[in-house]
């Protein structure tokens, strides 16, 4: 394996215990096995919740809450079941924290 390769694996690995740390205290352990199908750095199940690693990265880098985290993964679900499309991360928090609403008053 390259070293490139395992610098990225290691990096995956502790973004990812960081991400269950801050938003599955002490509820979850992570496991290289939960990587779907192998592909780490992919998407991975987490007490049966499911995150694509980007979404792992944007709720450290963003410092989402816990309430931010899960009301964006319940928002995208519903509108998954109700044939609608999905909203990006970014845009969710823009949405819920009104930084829209604070640019639109600025005009």
């Keep these: 394996m390259s070293k490139y390769l395992k610098n990225y694996y290691n990096a995956v690995e502790e973004l990812t215990k960081e991400f269950c740390k801050k938003y599955f205290k002490g509820v979850y352990e992570y496991d290289v096995n939960d ?3 192998g592909d780490i750095g992919g998407i991975i199940c987490i007490n049966d919740y499911y995150f694509d690693f980007k979404n792992i990265q944007k709720a450290i880098k963003y410092k989402a809450t ?16 109700a044939g609608k499309d999905c909203v990006s991360f970014e845009v969710y928090l823009e949405y819920y924290r009104g930084f829209y609403f604070k640019e639109i008053d600025k005009n």
């Design 66 to 81: 816990e309430k931010e985290l899960f009301g964006y993964y319940d928002e995208n679900y519903e509108r998954y079941i």
């Design 35 to 37: 990587w779907i199908g």
